[in-house]
């Protein structure tokens, strides 16, 4: 708009009213006094050392679900339930002695740990966490603190560590997941109501404490822990306890990364603490659901969205009802992620004997199969600063290999993918990763905007058009000021 067009009534109009927002805006802020959080976030800011690098640069990885509920499969006594087969015995009202007596019947006589880890390896994961112990209780480690696990089983192995050494071995790194919540020790509460269940809560913080030192000491290459189960009043009004965990666990297992879902402020405050900080070293809130490109908060901290293939099964359910999504719609989700700077995983649950089921199987070669093609536009990349999303799909960035990367769901039927690059930055080559000899024509058709002109009929699947950058010296100094460092 030219300034000039605009009468003097209405520039003060406008004048006035920028004026106002900024005093209003700024007696917003200094009425937000920060609250004396003791029990908060244990530091401000993204982590930056090399464990935390490492971690955001996998970008991609798998869950586990396996537990005594794989036997189960969503039946129970004939009847079938659709809810997450994992929480069948809240779903079917599974008594306990029925319930807990699955253990006799845990035996996945088909695992096998290499098989599993070349599984991961062939999707193109980085990382694997599986479930130690989910909200049952049991254990898939040989626990010295209870008998409800594994060694008691008639598996009897320590199916855990297999699998730990296997991922290592073909290059993958392990993260755990642990459920504070626990149907099965009689200690564990929801809720504190009396003397006698405070006594117990406190013998179960010591559990817990206990079982997270053993699987520390006892796998050590493991990078991270997630905790889940972690809403019940008996563990949100006890922060201290939390926060102390946190830095134990990171004391004892230098480097640890712990998801926010762990804490909880003295206020009851969880995953940011009162002052609004991020607890933990990394956002979880994305179960199933990922951040929408408009919601740039995320940008400011580290995240990861965790996705299952139907619509809610963690565990094995025999029966998948609903939608189940296809490998296209999945590698959509995770460059999604990516393209907001979060990790994504996608989710397993492996049947009773250890193997895995067909749709399964399916979906890891699939991802795979694309990861081999396309995986440079997913690992070690981060959000594209300054490119607006187009409805194309999604930009990822390589600010290290100085590109761009386009990758491509929805292709216009004019073949032509219009790009808004940002101020000071130079499209100097443009090719599909697929056929990277083969250049694409850039369009200019506007200031800052582009054309680039498909190749026909080349691609019936998501594809990435990959822009080489070239910077002004001023924009990349500005650029690396948002982009942490690569190591
Ligand atoms: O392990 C998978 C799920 O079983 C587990 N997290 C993933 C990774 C999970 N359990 N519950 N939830 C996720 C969602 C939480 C549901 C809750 Fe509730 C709503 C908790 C409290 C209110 C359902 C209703 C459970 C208790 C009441």
């Known amino acids: 708009m030219n300034i000039r067009c605009l009468s003097k009534p209405f520039l003060f109009l406008t004048f006035a009213l920028l004026i106002g927002s900024s005093i209003s805006s700024f007696a917003q802020e200094a009425s937000k006094s920060p609250k004396d959080v003791q029990y908060g976030a244990l530091y401000i800011g993204k982590r930056h050392d090399p464990d935390m690098n490492q971690w955001r640069q996998m970008r991609f990885g798998e869950f ?58 062939k999707m193109g994961a980085k990382y694997v966490r599986i479930t130690t112990k989910h909200h049952e209780g049991f254990c898939l480690w040989p626990s010295k603190y209870t008998d409800f696990d594994i060694a008691s089983s008639p598996y009897k192995k320590d199916l855990l560590g297999e699998l730990i050494d296997a991922c290592n071995k073909a290059g993958l790194k392990v993260s755990l997941y642990y459920s504070i919540l626990d149907w099965h020790h009689p200690d564990w509460r929801s809720s504190i109501k009396s003397e006698s269940d405070s006594v117990a809560y406190t013998k179960y913080k010591k559990y817990v404490k206990n079982q997270l030192t053993e699987l520390l000491e006892r796998y050590p290459s493991i990078i991270g822990m997630w905790f889940d189960g972690t809403w019940d009043k008996s563990w949100k009004n006890d922060g201290e306890f939390s926060y102390k965990l946190e830095k134990y666990l990171k004391k004892i297992h230098p480097g640890l990364i712990v998801n ?39 940008l400011g901290y580290d995240w990861e969205g965790i996705m299952t293939i139907p619509e809610n099964q963690w565990g094995y359910n025999k029966i998948w009802n609903g939608h189940v ?7 959509e989700l995770m460059t999604q992620a990516v393209s907001m700077g979060g990790n994504f995983l996608v989710n397993f649950g492996p049947k009773p004997d250890g193997s895995f089921r067909m749709e399964e199987q ?30 194309w799909g999604y930009y990822t960035s390589d600010t290290v290999n100085h590109k761009i990367y386009m990758v491509v769901f929805n292709t216009p039927i004019s073949g032509l993918l219009k790009v808004k690059s940002p101020k000071g930055q130079h499209i100097n080559r443009c090719y599909a990763l697929s056929n990277p000899m083969k250049y694409l024509q850039v369009e200019n058709i506007g200031k800052q905007e582009f054309y680039i002109h ?34």
Not at 265 to 290: I, P, Q, T, V
Not at 326 to 331: C, L, R, V
Request: hydrophobic share 40%; net charge neutral.
């Open 454 to 487: 498909l190749i026909k009929q080349e691609h019936a699947q998501p594809y990435v058009i990959v822009l080489d950058i070239k910077q002004d010296q001023k924009k990349k100094r500005e650029q690396n000021y948002h982009q942490p460092a690569k190591t």
């Open 64 to 121: 586990l679900h396996f537990g005594l509920y794989s036997i189960l499969g969503g039946s129970w006594q004939g009847k079938h339930y659709n809810g997450a087969a994992e929480w069948i015995k809240a779903w079917a009202h599974i008594p306990d002695s029925a319930y807990f007596s699955l253990i006799h019947q845990f035996n996945p006589v088909d695992f096998d740990a290499d098989a599993w880890a070349a599984m991961a390896k």
């Open 260 to 298: 926010a879902r762990l804490r909880a402020d003295e206020y009851g405050a969880r995953h940011f603490d009162s002052n609004g900080h991020l607890m933990g070293d990394y956002e979880d809130g994305f179960e199933r659901k990922l951040p929408s490109a408009s919601d740039t908060a995320v």
């Open 362 to 391: 399916y979906m890891a070669k699939a991802i795979g199969a694309w990861m081999k093609v396309n995986g440079r536009a997913i690992y070690g990349c981060d959000h594209a600063y300054g490119w607006e999303k187009q409805n």
């Open 325 to 331: 999504k296809t490998a296209d719609e999945m590698i």
